[in-house]
């Protein structure tokens, strides 16, 4: 797919040509220009030609089948990785990338272990979504389709390091949020960060306020240093510095993800001492089972009971993460393409 020409190709039609067109793509998501009969013979084949709509991609579906990933391959040959979540309430989330790959290199990470290869568009990060909502369009009966919701949420928790690509990211955003399109609320979106303070203060200063989630894994910074080498610039006290700033502006609660790894950051001294640090009003934490990527083992059932039950008597608020799609891996950290 490609409709970075759409402008141009329309810009000798009357205005509101580019309106229809538009919303066909981002709202009605048709697959093929041959869909927009509004438009005459000739335009759709102009259009087909040079704004392609074909989603080149492969398909994974996980045996539960709530989840189902895709790896979509893009104009240079390089591959994005994203996921749809569909959750039992009907919810159905897009998991999106925004990088191909990631320079921040976490050692839990399957995408860190990729580098970056470079920076997605906003056109092909909304073009995760897209796929999706063709996906769902498809796969729902026409007798329901009164029910059809297509995505319903997005979070930034696919490849890549959002804050890194700040503007492409926010400018998918804005057109999630756009009621016109894909109207998705700004309360359904979520950005994860490995703790980019530039980005947490440009995010503060948004009219959008989208949730945001910091990925945290360690109480300080001697471990949190080896397992997110990020951390060397970006220490913990200030990244929590620019979360309590951007809380006291936006006034928004800041969910701190904790990826439980066995014997690494899953002991009672390490829940005490996150529980010291996370003690405070619109901080609640989430806690992630670690997904297989090669180095490092889950933790054992009864250690993770142990880690909730202090967060519990130290009255911290928390939730832990269901775990969709480890069987294709599409769970948490373990997108890679080469
Ligand atoms: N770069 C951003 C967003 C993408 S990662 C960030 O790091 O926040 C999305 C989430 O998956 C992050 O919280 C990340 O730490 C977590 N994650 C990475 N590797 C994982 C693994 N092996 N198991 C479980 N979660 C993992
Ligand atoms: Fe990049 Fe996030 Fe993976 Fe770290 S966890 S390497 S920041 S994608």
Partial sequence: MNIDNLEKVLATEP????????????????????????????????????????????????????????????HDGLQTETVLMRH?????????????????????????????????????????????????????????EGLFHGVTNVTFMGMGEPFLNYNNVLDAVRIFNDYKYFNIGVRSISISTAGIIEGIEKLSNEKLHVNLAISLHAPNDKLRSELMPIDKKYPLPKVLKAVDEYIKKTNRKVMFEYVLIKDVNDLPENARELATIMNKKLYFVNLILYNDTGIYEASTTQRVKEFRDILEKLKIRYTQRYRFGDDISAACGQFKTT
């Fill in 15 to 74: 205005k509101y040509r580019l309106t229809q067109a538009k919303e066909a793509v981002l709202k009605n998501f048709i697959s093929n220009w041959a869909e927009a009969t509004f438009f005459t013979k000739e335009l759709r084949d102009k259009l087909n030609k040079e704004c392609p709509l074909e989603i080149n991609s492969d398909v994974l579906v996980s045996k539960k089948e709530d989840s189902v990933k895709a790896r979509i391959t893009l």
């Fill in 88 to 144: 039992e309430d009907g919810r159905n989330t897009v998991c999106v990338s925004s990088q191909v790959g990631c320079p921040l290199g976490c050692l839990f990470c399957a995408t860190g272990k990729m580098g970056l290869k470079r920076s997605l568009t906003t056109n092909e990060i909304i073009e995760q979504v897209i796929f999706f909502n063709r996906y769902l369009k498809k796969i729902i009966p026409s007798e329901v």
